[in-house]
């Protein structure tokens, strides 16, 4: 069993950057992929980024080259930086981790890019 817990979020002006954390409690942690994923009002949840085990990364289209995501396997600890940010990265994001066939959910913490 593994619990997520996100932090990070608010209000940024377009163009600034956060970097949300995402915590992850039990064991295993460095054998997961963890990944991000974010949905906006009225849509659907949609996949952002994730990392595997080894460190292999991989990036929706609409993030690529703005947001990384990296992790610090001693901390439990998983990270998204986002720069460049746009009005429509306004959403809640979450923090998810797979073992298959295990997988796990944040709560999510809410992003605004609002001037």
């Known amino acids: 069993q593994v619990q997520l817990v996100e932090s990070g979020g608010g209000l940024v002006q377009p163009g600034g950057s956060l970097r949300l954390s995402c915590a992850a409690s039990?064991?295993?942690?460095?054998?997961?992929?963890m990944a991000w994923y974010r949905q906006a009002p009225g849509k659907q949840r949609e996949f952002i980024a994730f990392?595997?085990?080894?460190?292999?990364?991989n990036y929706a289209d609409s993030v690529k080259g703005r947001f990384t995501v990296s992790k610090n396997n001693a901390k439990n600890t998983v990270y998204l930086q986002m720069n460049s940010l746009k009005p429509e990265d306004t959403a809640v994001y979450y923090c998810?981790?797979?073992?298959?066939?295990?997988?796990?959910w944040g709560q999510g913490t809410q992003v605004t890019v609002s001037s």
């Open positions: 039990g064991s295993g942690f460095s054998i997961y992929t």
């Open positions: 998810n981790a797979v073992l298959s066939p295990a997988r796990y």
């Open positions: 990392i595997t085990s080894s460190g292999s990364t």
